[in-house]
Each structure stands twice: as structure tokens, then as C-alpha cells.
């Protein structure tokens, strides 16, 4: 990766904050800015207050920065009024450049060309086509969105998808696309953590992410019941950010069908997981580029997927994929995939996913604005 001539000050919003912050802009920021600083960039990821615990007040994060401004535990206000005060933080601290996460917060790209900073927003997908917004958030969303096309000095996107979308919908032609990544997968031999709650290798099924509804995880539940596959165990691991009436009905649900809830994990405990599970399955509604199945992959399981254009990666084929919605489709390929393979591990080309790679794509953006041109 080619360094800078100075350490230019990058400031980052847009994500709840890293490390070990659930979400998928959290893990791509936390995967991501290491790299960046590796190649000589001063960067500061703005935190929100609301999912910093009191017990872990650090500063830095493998050489990456961390300042925590305020924000509400509250969906409707938390990204808008915490990216608002995180630029104008990166006004005050002179950054080079503002990097923003998500069309949400690219609500506030005006100010930021007010105050004259120059910009990079990453666009991790159509958030407005998640359930849980109402016609207000959704429609400031798309507003958020069109100023991402409008007022971003260079955007970039994670998917073909989204990158079609810009130039389609807002006459954006000039995307930069640089995929999501994923760590190179650590395998455990270890057994401790999947004993410890009841699960054999090879004998469970395992989703992984947020309690919301376009993660389709009520639609997995029901199937896996329908299916009742003899000596498998269904594994659901994350949680909600905010307790939602759904998030509780998911619970409440799971718990009744024996389905174990693992809550919100990362390193030893999710590797141990991803692992020894015999199938990976992805039922969403939404995604951008779901870092959790590339996770998957990266271990080698078995993946099942709904057919949503997000999920429908090169590296996969047809088989690996079921209707959207459909817990009819979604019961007969868990139970297709359950028979006609034997859990072995298998190969996914993930050469374009390597976040050394995606770094260096990224710094290449930040220097060809550093050049000069807006």
C-alpha cells in the first residue's frame, strides 16, 4: 500500500463504534482502519455514547483513535444527531478527510460541505428497505441517500448492486467498488464453548445476527420446526440493539422451539461456532454484503441463503440459495442440504474479500482526493 507524505488525519462516523460493537458497518470500521493506519493515516473513529460501556473507556484501538461524543439511546435520533456533532468534531480537528458509513448519516453531508471538508461515504446498503422504519425514516433515508450521490467527494459501494443503483436512480457514474471483507478464519479445534451449551460438531445449524426483522430469523425458527431434522440443534447467535417488541417475540419464540441463543459473540466463541456448525443459513429480507456469510464461507461451511440479489455472490450456486420469505423453501433445502452432503468443508474463492486488498482500494480513494480534486 502506498504511503502518504504526512499523516493525514481521517475521521470516521457513521458506526456505533469498534471494538466488539455488533453490526456489520461496525465490523467492516474495525477490520478496516488498522490497515489505514498501517499505511500512515491518522484516523479517529467518533463513537456513540450510547453503546460505550462504562467499563471500557480506551483511546485507541490498535493505533486507530477512539472519541466518544454523545448520542441517544434512541433508532430515530441516535445516527443523525451523533453525526451531526461528530462533524463538527472533524471540523475542530482539522481533519483531511470525513469518512461517513451509511446513507443515514449522510444526511448531514450538507454541513460538512459548509464547513469544508472533504468527504468519503461508504454505502453499505439500502437501509431504507429495512422493516423496522416507518414512512418518515424511510423516506429521510432516501434523503440521505441522494445526498450520498449529491455531495460525497468520492463514494464508494460494496456491491455491484448498489453500484448500479447510484448510476441508475441519481446519474452517479463515478463509484469506487471495494467489497466487504473477512478476517482469515481461525479454526478451533477446541470444543469448550459449543459443550457448554449443549451442541455436538456437526450436528447444528447456525445463523448469525442482529434481532431485527429483515434478518428473517422468525422464518428459520418456523422451518427448522417444520423440518425437525432427528439429532440437529438450531444455533441463532446476536441479539437486538434496542429490546423491540419483535426482538422479545423472537426470544420468547426461539426459547420455545429449543433453539439456543447465544447472544452477542465474537472471537473465540463465534470461531468455535463457525467452525463445527454443518450448515450456515442466512434467511434475510435486506443485506448489503453480508459480512456474517462470508465469515461462513471463509471457515468453508455449507451455506444457505435466501435469494435476495445481496446474497447471490459469484461463489455460490443455485443450490445454495432458497426462496425469499418461503418457509415452505426454506424447510425443503435445509433438508436437501442436511442429505446429499456429508459436512465437509468446502472451498470459496475469497480473494476479493481480503481486507489487505480492500485497504489498500480504500487508501487509493482517500489519496486521489488528497490530490487535490473535490
Given at each position: ?194 459443550a457448554a451449551n449443549g451442541l455436538v460438531p456437526g450436528k447444528y445449524i447456525l445463523a448469525v445476527g442482529r434481532f431485527v426483522e429483515e434478518k428473517g ?158
Amino acid at each position: 500500500m502506498a504511503q502518504s507524505n504526512r499523516k493525514y488525519r481521517v475521521v470516521v462516523t457513521g458506526t456505533r463504534g469498534i471494538p466488539h460493537i455488533m453490526g456489520g458497518v461496525e465490523t467492516h470500521c474495525e477490520n478496516l482502519y488498522p490497515y489505514i493506519v498501517k499505511a500512515g493515516y491518522d484516523v479517529t473513529v467518533v463513537r456513540r455514547s450510547c453503546h460505550i460501556r462504562e467499563s471500557e473507556p480506551i483511546k485507541e484501538y490498535k493505533g486507530i483513535g477512539l472519541k466518544d461524543i454523545y448520542a441517544p439511546r434512541k433508532k430515530s435520533a441516535e445516527a443523525i444527531i451523533h453525526t451531526f456533532l461528530a462533524v463538527l468534531y472533524a471540523k475542530r480537528a482539522k481533519a483531511d478527510i470525513l469518512h461517513i458509513h451509511a446513507i443515514g448519516p449522510s444526511l448531514m453531508l450538507p454541513l460538512a460541505r459548509v464547513a469544508g471538508l472533504r468527504t468519503v461515504v461508504t454505502h453499505h446498503g439500502a437501509d431504507y428497505d429495512r422493516k423496522k422504519w416507518n414512512r418518515i425514516a424511510r423516506y429521510m433515508l432516501r434523503k440521505g441517500e441522494k445526498f450520498a450521490a449529491r455531495y460525497a467527494d468520492r463514494l464508494i459501494v460494496i456491491s455491484q448492486g448498489i453500484k448500479n443503483d447510484m448510476a441508475v436512480k441519481y446519474g452517479r457514474d463515478e463509484t469506487t467498488l471495494i467489497y466487504n471483507g473477512v478476517p482469515e478464519a481461525r479454526i478451533r479445534k477446541t470444543t469448550n464453548y459449543i459443550a457448554a451449551n449443549g451442541l455436538v460438531p456437526g450436528k447444528y445449524i447456525l445463523a448469525v445476527g442482529r434481532f431485527v426483522e429483515e434478518k428473517g430469523f422468525d422464518d428459520l425458527i418456523d422451518a427448522f420446526a417444520l423440518l425437525k431434522p432427528e439429532g440437529y440443534k438450531l444455533v441463532i447467535a446476536g441479539d437486538a440493539d434496542h429490546d423491540t417488541d419483535y426482538s422479545v417475540r423472537l426470544k420468547r419464540k426461539a426459547l420455545g422451539q429449543g433453539v439456543v441463543l447465544t447472544g452477542f459473540i465474537k472471537g473465540e466463541p463465534l470461531e468455535e461456532l463457525l467452525t463445527h456448525a454443518r450448515l450456515f443459513v442466512l434467511p434475510s429480507y435486506h443485506e448489503g454484503l453480508p459480512i456474517s456469510l462470508l465469515e461462513a464461507m471463509s471457515y468453508g461451511r455449507d451455506v444457505l441463503v435466501s435469494d435476495i440479489e445481496a446474497n447471490r455472490l459469484p461463489e455460490l450456486e443455485p443450490s445454495d440459495m432458497f426462496e425469499t420469505g418461503s418457509v415452505e423453501s426454506l424447510k425443503n433445502a435445509m433438508g436437501r442440504k442436511l442429505r446429499n452432503r456429508n459436512g465437509e468443508a468446502r472451498k470459496y474463492d475469497m480473494g476479493k474479500y481480503d481486507w489487505a486488498n480492500i485497504a489498500v482500494q480504500t487508501a487509493g480513494v482517500y489519496e486521489s482526493i488528497l490530490k487535490g480534486d473535490r
